[in-house]
């Protein structure tokens, strides 16, 4: 019982860990902060930003851990997921202009040499942990 705990523990943690430098790496690759700043010329406010971000993470991850919702009416969940729908668009458009995200970490990580590694590392990590959510946790 002890050992599946601390596997449990180990597995969230790593995730969580994963999934925050992918997303601190993301945005600082893509320099979203920096440029909303000059786009709407208010770089005094940039902590504001930055703070807002954090905090809005943090909010977040607490209400999805906590199974927080709002119960609102699809007048409100379709633009809401419209909106959404956009922004992960201009991500993922954002996203291939900045195609050299992985050549970057790997330098920054110390694996110059192993791109490729890192690459398959990333995708397996993926597949695994994909399967480990349907086998385990979606009830059919």
């Not at 019982?1 to 969230?12: D, N």
């Not at 000059?38 to 504001?48: F, M, N, V």
């Not at 930055?50 to 993470?57: D, G, K, L, P, T």
């Not at 970490?105 to 597949?127: D, F, P, Q, Y």
Request: hydrophobic residues 60%; without cysteine.
């Amino acid at each position: 019982m002890i050992i599946k705990t601390v596997a449990v523990i180990f597995t969230g943690l790593s995730g969580g860990i994963a999934v925050g430098i992918g997303f601190v790496a993301f945005l600082t690759v893509l320099g979203v902060i920096p440029r909303l700043t000059q786009l709407t010329k208010t770089g005094e406010y940039i902590h504001s930003y930055e703070w807002a971000v954090v905090i809005s993470v943090v909010l977040a991850s607490f209400a999805d851990l906590n199974n927080y919702s709002i119960p609102v009416g699809a007048a409100i969940l379709i633009p809401i997921g419209f909106a959404s729908g956009i922004f992960i668009g201009m991500l993922a458009a954002a996203l291939t202009e900045v195609l050299n995200v992985l050549p970057i970490l790997s330098k920054r990580i110390g694996m110059e040499g192993m791109l490729i590694s890192l690459l398959m590392a990333l995708v397996m990590g993926k597949l695994v942990g994909s399967l480990f959510q349907w086998l385990i946790f979606v009830n059919y």
